[in-house]
Every structure is written in C-alpha cells, then in structure tokens.
C-alpha cells in the first residue's frame, strides 16, 4: 500500500457527520503513526507521508469536498506515480450497518459520489475500499429520511459506539495492510 486515502467532507459543519467515516478513521491511523496530516494545496487536500519498512506511505484526506474527492487522489498519485492498485479508500457505507466494516478490492461503487470521482479521475475502478458501515435510513426509525440528509448528519451514540468498534478492528489489520498482505487482512477483518 503506498496511499491511504479518508473520504470525508472539510470543515467544522461536516466534522461529526456520518460522510466524514473515511476522515475518522484517517486520523486514527495518523495518531497512530505519529504523523501529522498538513494542507498540501498542490494536492488539493491534507497530507501527510510515513516511513515503513517497505518504503513510503501516504496519507490524504481530500479537501474537494466528497463529490470531487479523486481530484485530491489524482493529484497525489500521479504526482508520485501510485498505481490505483496500491491505493486504499476509506468510506462511509450505507449497505453495511452501523458497526460493520469490509475490505474489498475493485467492484462497484454502490452510488457513493466519492467513489464514483475517485474511479473517474483515476480511470479505473480497481483499487481497495475500506467500507465503515454506517446504515442507511431505511433501516432506522426514520426510513422516510432522504439519504443525503442521513450522510450528513451526525449518528444517533450508539451508532457512533458501533461505528467506533467498527474502525477499531479495522485499526488492528493495519499491520497487515502496511506490508500489503491484503487477503490476510481481509481473512482477519471478516472473521470477527
């Protein structure tokens, strides 16, 4: 892995809101890390780069606002000549309940607008998704809730508490998504 990429919205109005899963959990892995995540205006986002033992890491959580996130993405990569297939996405995702998270690589894009500017501005649909399970209102106690107006707002605490254990695990399979043993990580992650 060589990118990793938050998918959220910038700024103090979007900060709690369910879209910005992706963002959460990439300032987990920079606490992690030790990094710290700075505007980089060359790629329209903030960054931050971390030495591994198999060389170079980047973290960025676009600043283009979720709909035009793989301007952000192009950028870094190209810059850096990152292959889309070294490049992992962490993302809200309605299909999968508040607490649920998958790994996958490539595959559709299930409607997220961030995904859908990442696969435009790369060309390419093929690179990894770390999915944060954040429900979809048809599924709450206000089914009649537009999906817009679910991403973009905070979720309910017990919510954020399944959310949080959720990005947990996912923080457990770093190690293994570091030194790019993806199948483990994805064995490890879907088994709990």
Do not use: C
């Amino acid at each position: 892995m060589k990118l990793v990429v938050g998918l959220g919205n910038p700024g103090s109005k979007y900060e709690q809101t369910r879209h910005n899963a992706g963002f959460w959990w990439l300032d987990r892995i920079a606490h992690l890390v030790r990094a710290t995540v700075r505007r980089e205006s060359r790629f329209q986002g903030a960054a931050a780069k971390v030495s591994t033992g198999s060389g170079d890491l980047w973290l960025l959580k676009p600043e283009t606002f979720m709909n035009n996130s793989g301007q952000a993405v192009a950028a870094l990569a190209g810059y850096y000549k990152i292959a889309a297939q070294d490049i992992l996405v962490a993302h809200d995702e309605l299909d999968l309940p508040p607490g649920g998270v998958k790994l996958k690589f490539g595959g559709g894009l299930s409607g997220h607008n961030g995904l859908k500017s990442m696969a435009s501005s790369l060309g390419t649909q093929d690179f990894w998704r770390l999915r944060l399970g954040i429900g979809h209102p048809r599924d709450t106690a206000a089914p009649e809730r537009e999906v817009v107006d679910y991403v973009l707002h905070a979720p309910r605490a017990e919510e954020q508490i399944a959310i949080e254990d959720a990005m947990a695990r996912a923080l457990d399979v770093w190690p293994q998504i570091v030194a790019d043993e993806m199948e483990a990580a994805m064995l490890t992650l879907h088994t709990r």
